[in-house]
């Protein structure tokens, strides 16, 4: 068995930091469904702009409405405008075709990311 990447948000921009709420990143659930992410699934988040890394769930966002809302104690690791990539593991046998996409400075959809097409900076 090995843990791979099985979707990834790449260079999403942070909406809101909110410490005050019990905790969770929300995400515009239209991101959401382009990858295969769930509600209360756990993921990763790297701050590009900062470097911290961190752990939390995913909760619903509106839908369009470009939504990446980071909240609780997470919500101190980043600030409204910091640049993420948000993953998601699966432990398995075989090898899986990640879904990852690429979204804008407004976290409107770009394009499906294959990883060895993008080896030079996005952005």
């Known amino acids: 068995m090995r843990e791979v990447l099985r979707s990834k ?3 999403a921009w942070v909406t809101e930091a909110n410490p005050d709420y ?7 659930e239209a991101l959401m469904e382009k990858t295969d992410l769930w509600e209360f ?11 911290n890394r961190f752990e939390t769930y995913v909760l619903p ?3 369009g409405r470009g939504d990446i809302a980071v909240q609780g104690a997470a919500a101190r690791l980043t600030a409204e405008g910091n640049c993420l990539i948000i993953m998601s593991f699966e432990v398995t046998e075989t ?7 690429l979204v804008d400075e ?3 959809f770009v ?11 996005v952005h």
């Open 106 to 108: 407004n976290n409107d």
């Open 22 to 28: 019990v905790g969770s990143i929300v995400i515009d």
């Open 95 to 101: 090898p899986i075709d990640p879904k990852m996409i």
């Open 41 to 51: 699934e756990k993921v990763l988040v790297c701050d590009v702009t900062n470097g």
């Open 61 to 63: 966002g509106g839908r």
């Open 111 to 121: 394009e499906y990311l294959e990883g060895i097409k993008h080896v030079e900076p």
């Open 9 to 11: 948000i790449h260079r």
